[in-house]
């Protein structure tokens, strides 16, 4: 079965300094996989999103997330965290084809100043 | 395009009432989707509809839970005889068929009392 872990349900970092948010999936075959971040009380977002083409992915807001197969795994960074990073961020799979995403649980990112 | 647009944001009702939701997906998007987002947790995919058909119910999704879409445009989610554990985020999500993103809602948050 299809799942999603995001490791560290709380990051916390300092304005200014490298975010790094861990995700690592589980498919026979390599998913589509996003990132969305939600901010309180509000959807989700989409910040980026894979789908078997580059595996360096640029998103919104100065993210990026690079795709590696051998460690399965879809990782979150951004060079310079901004105060307007803090929010909750999701990772998600969809096997190419299936309609549903999975979700990982979450990982609260916030932002000392 | 202004987005997908979910009511009622907010919903508190007594346990054993009925209450029913509503998702407007973004216009010409024919697939539509609810998920349903726990606190602290990522969300968990409830239903699908293609146009006006269902083609797609999570086991989450008690006899208790109805969803429709009769004309393919808006959708609504359905609770019978609520109970505290159906407290939660229920977000909606609409696609296009010709593309990989889901785009969600803001969500209405049940509290059941």
């Known amino acids: 079965a299809q799942s999603v872990t995001q490791l560290g349900s709380h990051v916390s970092v300092s304005e200014g300094a490298l975010v790094l948010l861990r995700c690592n999936y589980s498919?026979?075959?390599?998913?589509?996989l996003f990132w969305y971040v939600q901010y309180p009380n509000q959807g989700l977002q989409l910040l980026l999103k894979?789908?078997?083409?580059?595996?360096l992915v640029k998103g919104i807001n100065g993210f990026e997330a690079e795709f590696k197969k051998s460690e399965t795994s879809f990782h979150l960074t951004k060079p310079s965290a901004h105060m307007s990073d803090a929010a909750e961020y999701f990772c998600a799979a969809s096997i190419q084809g299936a309609q549903k995403l999975v979700f990982g649980q979450g990982t609260r990112l916030t932002i000392n100043p | 395009d202004t987005g997908v647009s979910q009511d009622p944001r907010h919903k508190i009702t007594k346990r054993g009432q009925n209450v029913t939701f509503r998702c407007d997906p973004i216009?010409?998007?024919?697939?539509l989707y609810w998920y349903r987002q726990t606190l602290g947790q990522g969300p968990e995919f409830l239903t699908y509809f293609q146009n006006e058909a269902q083609l797609e119910k999570s086991r989450l999704l008690s006899d208790r839970f109805s969803a429709e879409r009769p004309k393919g445009s808006f959708s609504t989610l359905e609770i019978q005889r609520t109970e505290q554990g159906d407290s939660a985020m229920y977000l909606c999500?609409?696609?296009?068929?010709?593309?990989?993103?889901?785009?969600f809602g803001p969500g209405t948050r049940l509290t059941v009392l």
């Open positions: 216009s010409e998007h024919n697939r």
């Open positions: 498919s026979s075959v390599p998913p589509y």
């Open positions: 999500a609409s696609k296009a068929g010709t593309t990989d993103t889901q785009y």
């Open positions: 894979y789908t078997s083409a580059a595996t």
